[in-house]
């Protein structure tokens, strides 16, 4: 059974930078896509970064430049590394995953192949 589990959201001003963790257990694929999404209320889930088993990676437009996705496969943990914080970044984060398949580079904003999902982690910018 896959499990996602996302750590390391928290309060942080403008400027600032939080690192975000998504533990991943049970999760075997040789090739797969992980990938962070966003929410804030009242709208859908927007997609922010994703990794391929390959080391490939898209960004959301409104990210590039200041955030980081990684992942360390002994820990079999993924990163957001969040620099430059805004207060539009406020949201719960959610970490995503594949059932085998990896993310094409034009997914964001058409959806991808995310078949597992974690319970979300709160990051809140303030002015």
């Known amino acids: 059974q896959v499990q996602l589990v996302e750590s390391g959201g928290g309060s942080v001003q403008a400027g600032g930078s939080l690192t975000l963790s998504c533990a991943a257990s049970g999760y075997t694929y040789s090739s797969y896509c992980m990938a962070w999404f966003r929410q804030t209320p009242g709208k859908e889930h927007n997609g922010v970064a994703s990794l391929n088993d390959d080391g490939s990676t898209t960004y959301a437009d409104f990210v590039k430049g200041r955030f980081t996705i990684s992942k360390d496969n002994a820990k079999n943990t993924l990163y957001l590394i969040m620099n430059s914080l805004k207060p539009e970044d406020t949201a719960i984060y959610y970490c995503?995953?594949?059932?085998?398949?990896?993310?094409?580079?034009?997914?964001?904003?058409?959806?991808?192949?995310?078949?597992?999902w974690g319970q979300g982690t709160q990051v809140t910018v303030s002015s």
């Open positions: 995503a995953a594949s059932a085998g398949e990896r993310c094409g580079g034009s997914w964001i904003g058409r959806g991808g192949p995310f078949a597992y």
